[in-house]
Nanobody, 122 residues
Framework: VQLQACGGGLVQAGTSLRLSCAAP????????IGWFRQAPGKEREFVAA????????YYSDSVKGRFTISRDNVENMVYLQIDRLKAKDTAVYYCAAAAWGRTWNSERMRYWGQGTLVTVSS
């Protein structure tokens, strides 16, 4: 199973960015898709997740209000909109797939994408 994350780059603080994650249809229709990020020298952390069932989303408290996760069920894509970017958002962002659940951590994710680097300049 191959998830493909893209959309990262060098951006200025205060601007917006949208990351994309492409998943095979069989994965997209069976699993929730989550976004994680790993900043330099830090552990990977959960950011947001969305279930295949519309309306079911979950966010880390640290990103609520600035990050929006969404999905396109026709194109098998999941998006992460990041608004008002901050220097602390600098990280490699990964998308991953797992069954929907109450906890979101790296250990229970079943499939991973390769990551896309977001660098925020202040």
């Amino acid at each position: 199973v191959q998830l493909q994350a893209c959309g990262g780059g060098l951006v200025q603080a205060g601007t917006s960015l949208r990351l994309s994650c492409a998943a095979p249809e069989r994965t997209f229709s069976r699993y929730a898709i989550g976004w994680f990020r790993q900043a330099p020298g830090k552990e990977r952390e959960f950011v947001a997740a969305i279930n295949w069932r519309p309306g079911m989303t979950y966010y880390s408290d640290s990103v609520k209000g600035r990050f929006t996760i969404s999905r396109d069920n026709v194109e098998n894509m999941v998006y992460l909109q990041i608004d008002r970017l901050k220097a602390k958002d600098t990280a490699v962002y990964y998308c991953a797939a797992a069954a929907w659940g109450r906890t979101w951590n790296s250990e229970r994710m079943r499939y991973w994408g390769q990551g896309t680097l977001v660098t925020v300049s202040s």
